[in-house]
């Protein structure tokens, strides 16, 4: 055997050795990641908390939407930078999954899944953008641009609201994998369902015009959580994975 052989040969044992520890690190940083996530999101409620109503609800009137605004600027802003934090840690968290339930990169779950909480993050930045806008003194402090903040909060839950299809679409397809591969224990998959089932329809409520069920009412994000503390229930099944053999690796 060369000796450029021997350091090759050398080499591949080495990253042999390590893979399985690199294996487990991913699933375990990842599923850290998701428990993050929720946090974060019970961080956007305290940031605005007032009484029970945490967002300018449909039905108010523009006065009202400015004096929200005018009152939340610096918890608007906060919100924006953690839901934009919590969406990249969702696509973390979404890419350990596949991992974690052995997935090939190139399957249709996999795919699913993974482009799923993609999609999310743009979808995301485009709402935190026209809410960011909305937060503006211009908008605020002039009562002839309030016609306009309300225009841009309307476009804003549109597009939230729009995302929970894509929500649901990652349940699904997690709870399919999840059931089908046994790697996480069934009761992961199971609730996976029940939130997708829930959450597909959802995204009607943007056409709701007033009620408790009115957008950024209480209820009407309701899906959204259930989302994040089944990220985070799911996250605590996979921390609880053994470490990964090397010959047992998925190819992912």
């Given at each position: 055997?060369?000796?450029?052989?021997?350091?090759?040969?050398?080499?591949a044992?080495?990253?042999?050795?390590?893979?399985?520890?690199?294996?487990?690190r991913?699933?375990?940083?990842g599923?850290?990641?998701?428990?993050?996530?929720?946090?974060?999101?019970?961080?956007?409620l305290?940031?605005?908390?007032?009484?029970?109503?945490?967002?300018?609800?449909?039905?108010?009137?523009?006065?009202?939407?400015?004096?929200?605004?005018?009152?939340?600027?610096?918890?608007?802003?906060?919100?924006?930078?953690?839901?934009?934090?919590?969406?990249?840690?969702?696509?973390?968290?979404?890419?350990?999954?596949?991992?974690?339930?052995?997935?090939?990169q190139?399957?249709?779950?996999?795919?699913?899944?993974?482009?799923?909480?993609?999609?999310?993050?743009?979808?995301?930045l485009?709402?935190?953008?026209?809410?960011?806008?909305?937060?503006?003194?211009?908008?605020?402090?002039?009562?002839?641009?309030?016609?306009?903040?309300?225009?841009?909060?309307?476009?804003?839950?549109?597009?939230?609201?729009?995302?929970?299809?894509?929500?649901?679409f990652?349940?699904?397809?997690?709870?399919?994998?999840?059931?089908?591969?046994?790697?996480?224990?069934?009761?992961?998959?199971?609730?996976?369902?029940?939130?997708?089932?829930?959450?597909?329809?959802?995204?009607?409520?943007?056409?709701?015009?007033?009620?408790?069920?009115?957008?950024?009412?209480?209820?009407s994000?309701?899906?959204?959580?259930?989302?994040?503390?089944?990220?985070?229930?799911?996250?605590?099944?996979?921390?609880?994975?053994?470490?990964?053999?090397?010959?047992?690796?998925?190819?992912?």
């Amino acid at each position: 055997m060369t000796e450029v052989a021997r350091v090759r040969e050398g080499g591949a044992a080495t990253a042999a050795a390590r893979s399985p520890m690199s294996e487990t690190r991913q699933i375990r940083i990842g599923a850290w990641a998701g428990i993050a996530n929720l946090l974060l999101s019970i961080a956007v409620l305290l940031t605005t908390r007032s009484s029970w109503k945490f967002w300018p609800v449909r039905g108010d009137s523009d006065a009202e939407y400015a004096a929200w605004f005018a009152r939340n600027s610096t918890g608007a802003f906060a919100q924006t930078i953690s839901t934009n934090i919590g969406a990249l840690l969702g696509v973390w968290f979404a890419f350990s999954l596949t991992r974690a339930l052995r997935l090939p990169q190139h399957s249709l779950l996999s795919f699913v899944i993974r482009s799923s909480a993609t999609i999310i993050v743009p979808g995301l930045l485009v709402v935190n953008a026209m809410f960011s806008v909305t937060s503006t003194p211009q908008f605020i402090n002039d009562p002839a641009s309030w016609p306009l903040l309300r225009a841009f909060t309307e476009a804003c839950l549109f597009t939230f609201y729009g995302l929970l299809s894509v929500f649901a679409f990652l349940l699904l397809a997690a709870a399919v994998a999840i059931l089908t591969s046994r790697e996480l224990p069934a009761w992961t998959g199971w609730s996976a369902v029940a939130a997708g089932v829930l959450t597909l329809p959802a995204g009607g409520i943007a056409l709701v015009r007033s009620g408790w069920l009115a957008p950024l009412s209480l209820p009407s994000v309701t899906p959204f959580f259930l989302y994040w503390l089944w990220v985070a229930a799911v996250s605590v099944a996979m921390l609880r994975l053994p470490a990964r053999d090397a010959a047992e690796r998925p190819d992912a």
